[in-house]
Structure formats: C-alpha cells, structure tokens
C-alpha cells in the first residue's frame, strides 16, 4: 500500500440545528467509503468556538470540510459562513451549504460570501440521504482537500 493509500479519518462539522437532519447526516456517513468523524454544532456561536477550538472544544480537530444549515438561532449561517471565509486561520476549509432555502438571494448571497457548494435539501427522506452519500463521495472521496496551512 503506498502513502497515498493510506485511509485517514476525515473531520467534518455539521452545523445544523435540527436534531432530525442532523440524524439522517450521522446515518448516511456510517456508509461512507472512508471513515469520518462528524462533530456537530448546533448553531453558529457553538461552531463558531469549535472552529476557534474554544473551551470546552480546545482539543477539536480543524474539520476538512463544513457542512452548514444557514437558519438557525443565535448566529445564523450566513454569518457562520462570512467569519470562516474572512479569518485567516479558517478560510481554507471548504464550505458546503446544506439547507432547506432554495430562494435564488440566498443561493446568490451564500456564493457572495464564497460558499464552495450550495446544496437544497430534499423533502424526501431517501433523497436527503442520497444527497448526504453524494457529498460524501465527491468532497471526501474525489476532491482534494487541502491541509491547515497553520499546522
């Protein structure tokens, strides 16, 4: 097995208010092709000091990637979403937004604020958990992620 075969965990934050969704996602990512380990905030401010590894989450891996809800209480993901992409330390970290909004300003806004990916959530609860498998095998299996460049 050469270096590159070697399978390493991969860190994901899923902010995510609803404890529904935030099921499903834990569910579809058991039958990940790799392993990941899912951490949740359940709004922004929690994502927030998990992201600036804040206590009580100081020993928290930086996430590969972030899956992120943009209505929730506290600090909304829009947010959530400008802080990463305009701190330093945070804004390598691929942006996947997950949420229930189709509205085109919101789509717009969330690429203004240089989301790496806008995702509506489906209704359905088959199709959620395609959409969860499908994140899952393009960010995680096929894209490169880039490594904390504070490390």
């Excluded at 804040?54 to 209505?71: I, K, R, T």
């Excluded at 806004?109 to 989301?115: D, E, P």
């Amino acid at each position: 097995m050469t270096h590159d075969q070697i399978i390493h965990a991969v860190d994901v934050l899923l902010i995510e208010d609803n404890p529904g969704d935030v099921r499903l996602t834990r569910e579809a990512l058991k039958e990940a092709r790799i392993s990941v380990n899912l951490h949740v905030a359940y709004d922004g401010l929690e994502a927030m000091k998990m992201l600036h590894q804040e206590a009580p989450y100081s020993g928290l891996p930086m996430p590969d990637l972030v899956l992120l809800d943009l209505n929730m209480p506290r600090m909304d993901g829009r947010e959530v979403l400008r802080r990463i992409k305009t701190d330093a330390k945070l804004k390598h970290i691929p942006v996947v937004i997950l949420t229930t909004s189709g509205a085109e300003k919101d789509i717009a806004q969330a690429y203004g604020l240089h989301a790496n990916c806008y995702i509506t959530k489906p209704v359905e609860l088959d199709q959620f958990m395609e959409i969860v498998k499908s994140i899952e095998g393009f960010w995680l299996t096929v894209v490169k992620l880039p490594k904390n460049p504070t490390q």
